[in-house]
């Protein structure tokens, strides 16, 4: 080895360059991975399209497309899963269709989905919103409008009820619970009747009003 190249070693400059390459190489991987996490995941935060399709049979199928994959054993043909949520009314949320029974696709403009507080989202269209029996809105525009409207009251209505049932209710619940175990203490040490047990079924029955 010639003595420049000695002294170049010697220096630490070659080391120096390879510290920052690594630096550089890991900074693109944890950029892509980034990248992958946000291409990958940011599209469950954003609304897909409702897709309406009639199948050769005349069947129609409304809901969310969410996968597409390759048919086993059948080379060359692919299937679609679509979000169809409903669980109330079809029992599960997706159903998988052959893409060779698909007649057509639409992507009606009348179509909602609505965020549920049980049995997940609902897709359908608008019909008409009653209140109390009474209709107040009829047709998918004016019925989308009037839940539009709504919506603010409706929120503020759940969180008032959230709060009453962690606060007042919960606070009952406790005091219930307390009176019940002293009524099981009675109980135990042979007093099922007197004004203590009375009193005690007083506070309880007052608790259950409340």
Same mark, same amino acid.
């Given at each position: 080895m010639s003595r420049g190249a000695r002294q170049f070693w010697r220096s630490g400059e070659? #080391?120096?360059? /390879?510290? $920052?390459?690594?630096?550089?190489?890991?900074?693109? /991987?944890?950029?892509?991975? /980034?990248g992958l996490i946000a291409a990958n995941g940011l599209g #469950? #935060?954003?609304?897909?399209?409702?897709?309406? /399709?009639?199948l050769t049979d005349g069947t129609k199928v409304t809901g969310v497309r969410v996968e597409r994959e390759a048919i086993p054993d059948r080379p060359g043909q692919h299937r679609v899963k679509l979000k169809v949520a409903n669980r109330d009314l079809y029992g599960a949320d997706f159903r998988w269709v052959d893409e060779a029974a698909i007649a057509g696709? =639409?992507?009606?403009?009348?179509?909602?989905v609505i965020e549920r507080t049980e049995w997940g989202l609902l897709i359908g269209t608008i019909k008409e919103v009653r209140e109390a029996g009474r209709v107040v809105a009829v047709g998918s525009g004016p019925g989308l409008a009037e839940v539009k409207r709504r919506l603010p009251d409706a929120a503020r209505a759940r969180r008032e009820i959230?709060?009453? =049932?962690?606060?007042?209710?919960?606070?009952?619940?406790?005091?219930?619970?307390?009176?019940?175990?002293?009524?099981?203490?009675?109980?135990?040490?042979?007093?099922?009747? $007197?004004?203590?047990? =009375?009193?005690?079924? $007083? =506070?309880?029955?007052?608790?259950?009003?409340?």
């Open positions: 070659p #080391f120096i360059w /390879l510290t $920052g390459g690594a630096l550089a190489f890991a900074l693109v /991987l944890v950029l892509g991975l /980034l #469950f #935060f954003w609304p897909a399209d409702v897709v309406r /399709l009639t696709r =639409e992507y009606p403009r009348d179509v909602v959230k709060s009453i =049932e962690k606060g007042a209710v919960g606070a009952i619940n406790h005091a219930q619970e307390k009176i019940r175990l002293r009524l099981r203490s009675l109980a135990l040490a042979g007093t099922s009747s $007197g004004p203590a047990v =009375e009193a005690l079924q $007083g =506070e309880m029955a007052a608790l259950q009003s409340r």
